[in-house]
């Protein structure tokens, strides 16, 4: 699906840094709507948006055109689950900033920088990186939303199962 969003001159920065960070280890042409999907996949693993929203020193500004404002219009080639996942984080920022409401362009910028951070900066990888048991965990709580109630207690057992076949195979 075609995702259109006005985007701030930080998030056109961002998303050159990030297409020469994704550049190193995917062959082939690299479109906005990769750069954005595989942001967007690695910025889940972010626990503290506040902290992503606050650092104004870890990727340094420099090469902007503008320092304020000024948006670009982007279009980019994302799937409709992706599309969907950010018009959802759009709504739940505000609980963790200190903004009453976010913009879908202000969305994608946190989402790119982000992915940025985490794989740039030591400080976000460690908070990016999860034990196998918390992976889990939101494995677990995520499938049980789809899954009938009934059918709980399979469910746990084969995650149970399937982490031990895992923990077993790795060591």
Known sequence: MEFQVRVSSECLLYLTLLKELYSKDTSGNITRGLIITRAFEESQAVTNWLEIYEDKHSIPLNDLEYKQGYGTKIKAEISDSVNRAIRDLKLELPK????????????VRLICKAALLLNMNEKYKISASRSLD????ILEKELKELVAPINHEKLENILLKSKYNIQSNVK
């Open 134 to 137: 918390e992976e889990f965990q």
């Open 96 to 107: 963790y900033l200190p903004t009453r409401s976010v913009t879908i362009g202000v969305t």
